[in-house]
């Protein structure tokens, strides 16, 4: 009965995946013959049932019985996965190798490798989820996890030596330009331009350069607002030779006066709203050609500024005059020289990636020093986002305290039962959750929030936490393009009164951005699916049940290798151990893409983990709730501009403060150092990097080699060529560089585009193809968004590591796929249909 049980139970196994095993007519005396000398455990497998029944037959001819000699034939049932159960009753079943003995040409009896593991098990129990692991397995500590980092050899003394000279050569070139150079002190003057006159300011100092650089504040109007105005001013530069006449008035000799410039046109307010008018300030460089520059020099002229008004109004504005500006052609060789040796240090990982943004800042700063721009102590502290760090420092002090309520403990065993322990369906869970969390708070306060939650899940399945800590913070760069408030670039794009004014409302900027993202998003999880196809590249250790696969099928590999392929006989022998052997890599292929706890251990698992895990202080929660919400609503407030009143770093603080005072927390050095100090430091110090490397000239750079690109296409082509350029230029900017002062950039290149009516070109589409660019590009590497660096420092502080060659190798593939369909989508969208 056991013997027809497996026949039938196999048959029905080898049908579905398409093998056909010998019948019982086909198994001659040889061949069983041969099956005879296969060790027991190969002989009593269900895919030798034609043998067995064979075997069987011609016991009962001779009067023999050998029922006995196949004790341990159980049928082969499919479980709802198509999947051979596993005997648990023998403890030694998956544990060893068996011994084959055969005869070589020689005649020596040879053993092959046999492994006999008598190591018990213990059963699986669990511990705290915060930092350990369940079953028989200890937490790593970061130095063990084999992340694929490329770390120098410390021990190495050319290493360690060439490193230490390296930096100490570049902290000399630093402290020599800070030294021999003074900060830059530009002072502001006074000019008040009369009615219908023209008002002369004679510069002080003739210009250092061919370019001279002006500021000027005063009721000015925005660049939007250039095509709705009657009133300008109007300047330009003019050298002179002659002798004045009063103070800064008349010439004696207008032939001694040229023109040494092109007029710049400034649309400033109304006579009417000057004293409600705000003050703007704009900046300028003049550009004078070489002859005019030698000539000025040649014969000791004077560089006078011409300014003219054209309304019946005194118009007073401010001006600084910059004697000797950056050479941006220099500049951006510079900051570009600046960026690679950033990028070098943390790729590389010479130093922390906290101290390589720290020297590379200094390090841009004193170039500017050199190029005799050095930037005052004022202006380095205002090149530093005090909001964002706010918001980072707030929202750090709420998920410390929220941790110690036991919240985050509680979502993970909520999410592991709901999944039911299948990895894969845990994975996709949290990146749709932090999608959608992302779409509405900002995707630093969702990495916040969402990482703890990651790693503990993650400890339990006994995965990596690594690849699903990137995965989600991938997801939040993606979820944050979806609304107006979701990250700081769209905040920017919908910020402009000239794009406000063209329709692009909230409503509407989601609705566009929406469908985009679902498309990014299903494109995004299938890259993941494909890159993490073997479930083991996602796991910590292999589970027993693919070790024992694999065992078995080196098993029946060595048998069939054993069996000389010279006879008709052997050969059946021969294919029905090679076909098993496919069956076996089927099942273990199946078993490897599967990626899900075992029945028994998920059950016993997640009861004992809703035993030690549940909320500790549900008090202490019911205050962070009424908080949390405080701070989310101030956030939406904040996005609408009739209610704007409070940014989102005093909101965050206001809602921190609250929370000490109604929990009474007293310990503030425990609150405290839960704080990522380094990474707070980090974005500081990035800050400052991105400020000086724009004052060098990069970003107006890739600005005007943007426009210039764009109008040089035809016609029919230029909105294809515009959504594309705008896209791929802000992605792949925003992967290296900070997306702020890239958005900020490229708004001024969409709406200048979008105002030139000889070009013919829609806006909305372009601010589509803007929001999603940066937003996309952050997730190329590890220092393109805020979100990534603060992952990464969570995952620090777990005891995990990730380095940016790690994050590289996941993210910027994901961004060009990101990149790709989101151009897809946009040039069907807007270019096809017109949904525009």
Same mark, same amino acid.
Not at 164 to 190: G, P, R
Not at 316 to 332: A, E, F, H, L, M
Not at 566 to 580: C, F, G, H, P, Q
Not at 610 to 617: A, D, F, S, T, Y
């Given at each position: 009965?056991?013997l027809?049980?497996?026949r039938?139970?196999?048959?029905?196994?080898?049908?579905?995946?398409?093998?056909?095993f010998?019948?019982?007519?086909?198994?001659?005396?040889?061949?069983?013959?041969?099956?005879?000398t296969?060790?027991?455990?190969?002989?009593?497998?269900?895919?030798?049932v *034609?043998?067995?029944q064979? #075997?069987?037959?011609?016991?009962?001819?001779?009067?023999?019985?050998?029922?006995?000699?196949?004790? /341990?034939?159980q049928?082969?049932?499919? /479980?709802?996965?198509?999947?051979?159960?596993?005997?648990?009753?023998d #403890?030694?079943?998956?544990?060893?190798?068996?011994t084959i003995?055969?005869t070589?040409?020689?005649?020596?009896?040879?053993?092959?490798?046999?492994?006999?593991?008598?190591?018990?098990?213990?059963?699986?129990?669990?511990?705290?989820?915060?930092?350990h692991?369940?079953?028989?397995?200890?937490p790593?500590?970061?130095?063990d996890?084999?992340?694929g980092?490329n770390?120098l050899d410390?021990?190495?003394?050319?290493?360690?030596?060439?490193?230490?000279?390296?930096?100490?050569?570049?902290w000399?070139?630093?402290?020599?330009?800070?030294?021999?150079?003074?900060?830059?002190?530009?002072?502001?003057k006074q000019?008040?331009?009369?009615?219908?006159?023209t008002?002369?300011y004679?510069?002080?100092k003739? @210009?250092?350069?061919?370019?001279v650089?002006?500021?000027?504040?005063?009721?000015?109007?925005?660049?939007?607002?250039?095509?709705i105005?009657?009133?300008?001013?109007?300047?330009?530069?003019?050298?002179l030779?002659?002798?004045?006449?009063?103070?800064?008035?008349?010439?004696? !000799?207008?032939?001694?006066?040229?023109?040494?410039s092109d @007029?710049?046109?400034?649309?400033i307010?109304?006579?009417?709203?000057?004293?409600?008018?705000p003050?703007?300030k704009?900046?300028h460089?003049?550009?004078?050609?070489?002859n005019?520059?030698?000539?000025?020099?040649?014969?000791s002229?004077a560089?006078?500024?011409?300014?003219?008004?054209?309304?019946?109004?005194?118009?007073?504005?401010?001006?600084?005059?910059?004697? *000797?500006?950056v050479?941006?052609?220099i500049?951006?060789?510079y900051?570009?020289? +600046? =960026?690679?040796?950033?990028?070098?240090?943390?790729?590389?990982?010479?130093?922390?990636?906290?101290?390589?943004a720290?020297?590379?800042?200094?390090?841009?700063?004193?170039?500017?020093?050199?190029?005799?721009?050095?930037p005052?102590?004022?202006?380095?502290?205002?090149?530093i986002?005090?909001?964002?760090?706010?918001?980072?420092?707030?929202m750090?002090?709420?998920?410390?305290i929220?941790?110690e309520?036991g919240?985050?403990?509680?979502?993970?065993?909520?999410?592991?039962?709901?999944?039911?322990?299948?990895i894969w369906?845990?994975?996709?869970? $949290?990146?749709i959750?932090?999608?959608?969390?992302s779409?509405?708070?900002?995707?630093?306060?969702?990495?916040?929030l969402?990482?703890?939650?990651?790693?503990?899940?993650?400890?339990?399945? /006994?995965? !990596? @936490? +690594?690849? +699903?800590?990137?995965?989600i913070?991938?997801h939040? !760069?993606?979820?944050?393009?979806?609304?107006?408030?979701?990250d700081?670039p769209?905040?920017?794009?919908?910020?402009?009164q000239y794009i406000?004014k063209h329709?692009?409302?909230? &409503?509407?900027?989601?609705a566009?951005m929406?469908?985009?993202?679902?498309?990014?998003?299903?494109?995004?999880n299938?890259?993941?699916?494909?890159?993490?196809?073997n479930?083991?590249?996602?796991?910590?250790?292999?589970p027993?049940?693919l070790k024992?696969?694999?065992?078995?099928?080196?098993?029946?590999?060595?048998?069939?290798?054993?069996?000389?392929?010279?006879?008709? /006989?052997?050969?059946?022998?021969?294919?029905?151990?090679?076909?098993?052997?496919?069956l076996?890599?089927?099942e273990?292929?199946?078993?490897?893409?599967?990626?899900?706890?075992p029945?028994d251990?998920?059950?016993?698992?997640?009861?004992?983990?809703?035993?030690?895990?549940?909320?500790k202080?549900?008090? =202490?929660?019911?205050?962070?709730?009424?908080?949390?919400?405080?701070?989310?609503?101030?956030?939406?407030?904040?996005?609408?501009?009739?209610?704007?009143?409070?940014s989102?770093?005093?909101?965050?603080?206001?809602g921190?403060m609250?929370?000490?005072?109604?929990s009474?927390?007293?310990?503030?050095?425990a609150?405290?150092?839960?704080?990522?100090?380094?990474?707070?430091l980090?974005?500081?110090?990035?800050?400052?990097?991105?400020?000086?490397?724009?004052?060098?000239?990069?970003?107006?750079?890739?600005?005007?080699?943007t426009?210039?690109?764009?109008?040089?296409?035809?016609?029919?082509?230029? $909105?294809?060529?515009a959504?594309?350029?705008?896209?791929?230029?802000?992605?792949?900017?925003?992967?290296?560089?900070?997306?702020?002062?890239?958005?900020?950039?490229? +708004?001024?290149?969409?709406?200048a585009?979008?105002?030139?009516?000889?070009?013919?070109l829609?806006?909305?589409?372009?601010?589509?193809?803007?929001?999603?660019?940066?937003?996309?590009?952050g997730?190329?590497?590890l220092?393109?968004a805020?979100?990534?660096?603060?992952?990464?420092?969570?995952?620090?502080?777990?005891?995990?590591?990730?380095?940016?060659?790690?994050?590289?190798? &996941?993210?910027?593939?994901?961004?060009?796929v990101?990149?790709?369909?989101?151009?897809?989508y946009?040039?069907?969208?807007?270019?096809?249909?017109?949904?525009?």
């Amino acid at each position: 009965m056991r013997l027809k049980s497996a026949r039938k139970s196999f048959s029905r196994h080898k049908h579905k995946h398409g093998l056909e095993f010998p019948q019982p007519s086909e198994v001659t005396e040889a061949s069983l013959e041969l099956w005879r000398t296969l060790p027991t455990k190969i002989r009593q497998d269900p895919s030798m049932v *034609s043998f067995q029944q064979v #075997e069987l037959e011609h016991a009962r001819l001779h009067g023999d019985d050998h029922e006995d000699s196949f004790p /341990d034939i159980q049928p082969m049932d499919d /479980d709802e996965d198509g999947e051979e159960e596993e005997d648990e009753d023998d #403890e030694d079943n998956g544990n060893e190798f068996i011994t084959i003995n055969v005869t070589n040409e020689q005649g020596v009896n040879k053993e092959l490798e046999h492994i006999k593991e008598k190591k018990e098990i213990p059963k699986p129990h669990v511990h705290h989820l915060a930092g350990h692991y369940i079953g028989n397995i200890t937490p790593p500590k970061h130095e063990d996890i084999d992340t694929g980092q490329n770390h120098l050899d410390e021990d190495h003394p050319f290493r360690k030596y060439s490193k230490i000279i390296c930096l100490f050569i570049t902290w000399m070139v630093i402290i020599a330009f800070l030294v021999v150079k003074d900060e830059k002190l530009v002072h502001a003057k006074q000019l008040s331009i009369p009615a219908g006159k023209t008002r002369p300011y004679i510069l002080p100092k003739l @210009p250092l350069s061919s370019k001279v650089k002006f500021s000027f504040e005063g009721t000015f109007l925005g660049e939007q607002y250039t095509n709705i105005t009657e009133h300008y001013l109007t300047i330009y530069l003019q050298s002179l030779t002659s002798t004045l006449e009063g103070n800064d008035s008349e010439l004696l !000799n207008s032939d001694s006066v040229h023109n040494i410039s092109d @007029p710049w046109h400034v649309p400033i307010v109304h006579p009417y709203l000057f004293d409600s008018a705000p003050i703007i300030k704009k900046q300028h460089s003049f550009d004078i050609s070489d002859n005019n520059f030698e000539r000025i020099h040649a014969q000791s002229s004077a560089v006078r500024m011409m300014v003219k008004s054209n309304i019946k109004a005194s118009f007073p504005i401010s001006v600084k005059y910059d004697q *000797s500006p950056v050479n941006r052609d220099i500049g951006v060789i510079y900051a570009a020289f +600046v =960026l690679i040796f950033l990028y070098a240090l943390i790729i590389w990982e010479v130093v922390h990636r906290t101290f390589a943004a720290v020297i590379a800042s200094t390090l841009a700063i004193s170039i500017l020093a050199a190029l005799d721009d050095r930037p005052t102590m004022e202006d380095i502290v205002g090149w530093i986002d005090v909001e964002t760090i706010l918001l980072l420092f707030s929202m750090m002090i709420l998920v410390a305290i929220l941790a110690e309520t036991g919240i985050f403990d509680f979502l993970a065993v909520y999410i592991y039962k709901i999944t039911n322990g299948k990895i894969w369906n845990l994975i996709h869970c $949290l990146c749709i959750c932090t999608t959608l969390i992302s779409s509405f708070l900002d995707n630093v306060t969702t990495v916040l929030l969402m990482a703890p939650i990651t790693i503990r899940l993650c400890e339990v399945m /006994d995965m !990596n @936490p +690594v690849p +699903v800590l990137m995965a989600i913070t991938v997801h939040a !760069n993606i979820g944050g393009t979806m609304t107006p408030v979701g990250d700081p670039p769209n905040i920017i794009i919908t910020s402009n009164q000239y794009i406000l004014k063209h329709g692009v409302t909230f &409503l509407t900027f989601t609705a566009h951005m929406m469908v985009g993202v679902i498309i990014v998003v299903i494109a995004t999880n299938i890259h993941l699916r494909l890159k993490y196809k073997n479930i083991n590249n996602l796991r910590m250790h292999e589970p027993k049940e693919l070790k024992e696969l694999r065992r078995n099928i080196k098993v029946w590999e060595r048998a069939a290798g054993k069996i000389p392929p010279y006879s008709k /006989d052997a050969n059946i022998v021969r294919e029905t151990l090679m076909k098993k052997v496919r069956l076996l890599r089927h099942e273990l292929k199946k078993k490897m893409t599967k990626g899900s706890v075992p029945e028994d251990l998920y059950r016993t698992t997640l009861e004992e983990l809703q035993k030690e895990h549940p909320i500790k202080n549900k008090g =202490l929660l019911i205050k962070s709730g009424v908080v949390c919400a405080f701070i989310i609503s101030l956030f939406f407030l904040e996005s609408i501009p009739e209610l704007r009143r409070m940014s989102s770093g005093w909101a965050a603080l206001l809602g921190v403060m609250l929370l000490l005072i109604i929990s009474d927390k007293n310990d503030m050095d425990a609150v405290l150092s839960r704080i990522e100090w380094p990474t707070l430091l980090f974005f500081a110090a990035m800050f400052t990097l991105m400020e000086a490397v724009e004052r060098m000239g990069l970003i107006d750079w890739i600005g005007h080699a943007t426009e210039s690109i764009i109008q040089s296409v035809s016609e029919d082509l230029r $909105l294809a060529v515009a959504i594309i350029i705008i896209l791929w230029i802000s992605a792949l900017t925003s992967a290296f560089v900070d997306s702020i002062p890239v958005t900020a950039m490229m +708004v001024k290149i969409v709406v200048a585009l979008s105002e030139k009516s000889t070009l013919g070109l829609p806006l909305q589409p372009l601010v589509w193809a803007l929001a999603f660019g940066p937003c996309l590009g952050g997730n190329g590497t590890l220092v393109g968004a805020s979100a990534n660096v603060i992952c990464a420092g969570i995952a620090e502080q777990h005891g995990y590591r990730f380095s940016f060659m790690d994050y590289f190798k &996941l993210g910027f593939p994901i961004m060009l796929v990101s990149v790709i369909v989101t151009t897809g989508y946009l040039i069907m969208a807007h270019v096809v249909f017109a949904w525009h």
